[in-house]
């Protein structure tokens, strides 16, 4: 009989956030950056973040889920729920 891990190395590296209808998987790479699935009721996004001295240095939408424009305000909005999400972590 062969025992498999529990715990694996994604479930380390992977933590969740949940507020309300808002639910953020971080996952930490290896190079500090943060790949970010963020679910906001039905809308999925995709984003890549990099970190240094607790503030978002670069932040990429690489893919959503569902049809939604991105506009300018959008993206900051985005931003600034990320951050504070983040902060929710520790």
Excluded: P
């Excluded at 943060?34 to 999925?44: A, F, M, Q």
């Excluded at 973040?49 to 909005?77: C, P």
Aim: with cysteine.
């Amino acid at each position: 009989m062969t025992q498999t891990n529990l715990i694996t190395m994604m479930d380390i590296c992977q933590k969740n956030v949940c507020l309300d209808n808002v639910r953020a998987v971080f996952t930490e790479n290896s190079d500090g950056s943060y790949d970010v699935i963020l679910e906001i009721n039905s809308n999925k996004f995709l984003i890549a973040m990099q970190n240094v001295a607790n503030k978002i240095e670069g932040l990429e939408i690489i893919a959503t889920r569902w049809f939604i424009e991105l506009s300018n305000r959008i993206i900051l909005m985005i931003k600034r729920l990320v951050e504070h999400l983040r902060y929710r972590l520790d």
